[in-house]
Each structure stands twice: as structure tokens, then as C-alpha cells.
């Protein structure tokens, strides 16, 4: 409990910073998904009238977490606060991971720039549940790391990891996917290598789709579809397939097809569809999606080119002006993005030296972030899966990769001036060229 205790003393301002940015910005007004995070949970509390139709536009591990605020009447400013609550955990977590890798200064200065890192905190005066996946996909990290140090709490480490990652497909449904790509790849490599680490990645991710079996169950149950995860899929696809060519692939919600006149071209088809039911609406959206893919390829490719911008850098969105508070992803991502790139090559040459944990989350972080692109998407969607590039970038930077300054004696100069230093040989080629 005392090297807890420290990590948590240690990491306090970040904490203070951001309960500040609760209270200052958050509001008793809904915005966004924030009502119909809300509408779930009087459903899942039993709260709802009889007629109220169920919704399956999320899925239900961040309603959960709110259910005590719907049933007893707690203040909405303590569901917001909560956030903060998520995100000091996230960082503490992070950080717990990071020194099982690199030393202890480096880990403290990396996990501060973490904890103030702009799309962290950019939704943290809301209601919406990026501050719950941050902290399980922190969690899952270090649990997931454990496992490969020599301890009695091994089964422990399995069984939190598992139960996280179960969490976490509860909360954003399209990780189930994830998974069952994981269970795949790593079922097949340790049925060809037959290692030991193969196996235990297998198990995990498996036990983890065991975990969602109730949510698909129930969602069965409302809609009499096998393996039907929810109803946002079909609305982004077809965003995302739009032909039209003032369009990116970002998309709208149906207010605003009925009121923008750019978007006028959509209003036919959106009122056919105002009469269906969620789920009745997310097979029309799907089945347009792949008309317009199969009879429109090169504009899906376009569009999807936009998406990764989106994702990566909030930039470019379809008709709409371009703002300066685009460089709040920008300039963060930018780095990130660019020491990624950078790193792949190092990666390469030693990739035997890399931790078979580190490798194992990045490709979990490629196939969500694969996944996620061919549908509309934004930075919110991809935001924390950052934890995961920060640490494998750590590793390769600080533990593959050694950068240091040579000493005057060794820095190579043109011939001119190799037989004496730099200001010499400056002054030599001035004379020379008088």
C-alpha cells in the first residue's frame, strides 16, 4: 500500500486540476450523448415508462456507472466529477506501467505530459464515458504487463485483465471485434509456435468475449438478432459511403439533415427512415452503405483518407469551417503521430528485444484503430488508445533507441575544414574566397 499511496501523493496536481476543470465548466444542460447516457440508465434502473423504446446506441458499462446518480437523485456534478476520478486513476495506473520498463524520472515526466494532454481532458466536464475507457485501458496495461514478472498474483493479474477488457467491450460495443481479431491471430500463432504467451493472450481475450455473453443475450432478447452488438454501426457506415462530392465522410445527425440546406441531398432517405425503429433504421443504413461502397469504391477511399485525418487530427470534417481549435489535436497528435513513424524502423531492427506485452497492445491499438477507420469516426472514438502508442514509444525511445550528443572530436566537418575546428575553419574559407 505505500509505494500506492506515493503514486497517488505523487500525481495529486493532476487530480486538483482536474476536479477544477469539472466544477468550472460542467453544466446542469445536457449536451451531445449526455441524455441518452442518462435515458439508458433510467432503463437499466428500471426508471423508464413502458413505452419508452430501448436504445442500443451504446452499450450499457458507462449507463451502469450511473445508476446510482439516476436512482438516488445525486447531483449531476458528481457523475462529471467522477471523470476527474477516472483520469487520476488512468494516470496512477500509466504510470505503475511505465516504470516496469523505464526508469522512474523519465515515467514521472512522461505521465505528467500525459495527465495534460488536450483530448484527455477535452470531454472531462461531460458526461460521456472516454474518462472510464482511459482508466481500463490503463488498467489493462498494467495487468497485463504483470502477468510477465515472476509473482503469486499472477491468476489475479489474468483474471483483472480479462475482466477490464470484458468492461471496456461493455462500454464501446465495437471492441468485441476487436477481440475476436486478437483470439484470432493469437489462436493461430500458438497453434504454429506452440508458445506459452500465445496461449495466455488466447485466453484472455476469450474470457473477455465470455464476459459480454449477457449483453448479447439481452440484446437477442429486445431484438431477435444473433450477435447484435448496437445501432450506430449502419448510421456511421453510411456517413462514411456518402458519393457526394462536398462531402469527407463526417457525419450528421438527422436534425441537422433536416435543417441544413448542404445537406439537403440526404433529407429524402432520412425521412424514409423516421418511421422505423432503431434497429429497422440500422439495416436501411447498412444496406445503402454498401450500394454506395460497391458503385462508388473511390469515393469510400477518399472518404476514408479523411477519416484517419479525423481521427488523428480532427481535420477535415464535410461542410464545415474550419476552426482554430483544430490545433488542440494538431499539435499533440502531430508528435505522437510523427515518433511513431520514426519508430517503426528501430522497431524492426530489434524487434526481438522488444517485450512481448508491449507488442501484443500495439497490435491491439492497430486493430481497433483499423477497425474504427472504416466507419465515421472522430478523435473521441480513438483517444484512449493514446496510453498504449505513449508506452510503446517510451520503450523503443528509451530502451531500444540511444541518442546522445558526440564530442566535438568525433563531428564530422567537409574537407576544407576536417584539420581544424568549426570557427577556424570558418575563418580559413573566408580568406580563401576573398
Not at 10 to 35: K, N, Q, T
Not at 392 to 399: D, H, V
Request: proline residues 5%.
Amino acid at each position: 500500500m505505500k509505494f500506492f499511496r506515493e503514486r497517488i501523493i505523487r500525481f495529486l496536481p493532476l487530480l486538483l486540476l482536474y476536479v477544477i476543470l469539472v466544477i468550472l465548466f460542467s453544466s446542469d444542460l445536457f449536451h451531445d450523448d449526455e441524455g441518452a447516457y442518462v435515458r439508458l440508465a433510467n432503463h437499466i434502473a428500471g426508471l423508464s415508462t413502458p413505452d419508452e423504446p430501448v436504445s442500443l446506441l451504446f452499450g450499457p458499462g458507462y449507463p451502469i456507472v450511473l445508476l446510482p446518480f439516476v436512482t438516488l437523485q445525486i447531483p449531476w456534478l458528481g457523475a462529471t466529477l467522477l471523470n476527474a476520478v477516472f483520469l487520476f486513476g488512468a494516470v496512477v495506473y500509466f504510470y505503475s506501467t511505465l516504470i516496469l520498463w523505464i526508469p522512474e524520472k523519465y515515467g514521472t515526466i512522461i505521465c505528467y505530459l500525459f495527465g495534460i494532454y488536450p483530448p484527455l481532458m477535452r470531454e472531462i466536464h461531460l458526461m460521456h464515458s472516454e474518462g472510464l475507457v482511459f482508466f481500463l485501458i490503463c488498467g489493462i496495461m498494467y495487468h497485463f504487463c504483470m502477468l510477465s514478472r515472476k509473482s503469486d498474483k499472477r491468476r489475479i493479474h489474468f483474471f483483472i485483465t480479462a475482466l477490464f477488457l470484458g468492461y471496456l467491450a461493455l462500454t464501446k460495443v465495437f471492441f468485441v471485434y476487436v477481440f475476436i481479431v486478437m483470439v484470432t491471430i493469437y489462436g493461430i500463432l500458438y497453434l504454429w509456435k506452440r508458445i506459452e504467451n500465445f496461449k495466455q493472450v488466447t485466453l484472455i481475450y476469450l474470457f473477455a468475449l465470455l464476459l459480454c455473453v449477457p449483453n448479447l443475450i439481452y440484446t437477442y432478447s429486445v431484438t431477435g438478432k444473433a450477435f447484435y452488438l448496437g445501432t450506430s454501426g449502419g448510421f456511421l457506415l453510411y456517413w462514411m459511403s456518402s458519393p457526394y462530392q462536398n462531402e469527407l465522410g463526417s457525419a450528421f445527425h438527422s436534425n441537422s439533415v433536416q435543417k441544413q440546406p448542404y445537406l439537403a441531398h440526404h433529407k429524402d432517405f432520412f425521412d424514409k427512415l423516421s418511421y422505423l425503429s432503431e434497429v429497422e433504421k440500422d439495416v436501411e443504413f447498412k444496406k445503402q452503405a454498401i450500394f454506395n461502397i460497391t458503385h462508388y469504391p473511390a469515393r469510400y477511399i477518399v472518404n476514408w483518407t479523411a477519416n484517419v485525418g479525423r481521427m488523428l487530427f480532427s481535420y477535415p470534417f464535410s461542410c464545415t469551417q474550419q476552426k482554430l481549435t483544430t490545433y488542440f489535436f494538431l499539435l499533440p497528435n502531430m508528435f505522437l503521430v510523427v515518433l511513431t513513424f520514426l519508430s517503426i524502423y528501430p522497431a524492426f531492427r530489434r524487434w526481438a528485444s522488444i517485450q512481448i506485452e508491449i507488442i501484443t497492445l500495439f497490435i491491439f491499438v492497430l486493430v481497433a484503430f483499423g477497425g474504427v477507420s472504416l466507419g465515421s469516426a472522430i478523435n473521441r472514438y480513438i483517444a484512449p488508445l493514446t496510453p498504449i502508442i505513449i508506452l510503446w514509444l517510451s520503450f523503443i525511445y528509451l530502451r531500444v533507441l540511444k541518442i546522445e550528443l558526440l564530442p566535438e572530436s568525433e563531428i564530422w566537418f567537409p574537407e576544407e575544414i576536417s584539420e581544424c575546428n568549426f570557427l577556424a575553419g570558418t575563418r580559413n574559407m573566408n580568406n580563401k574566397y576573398k
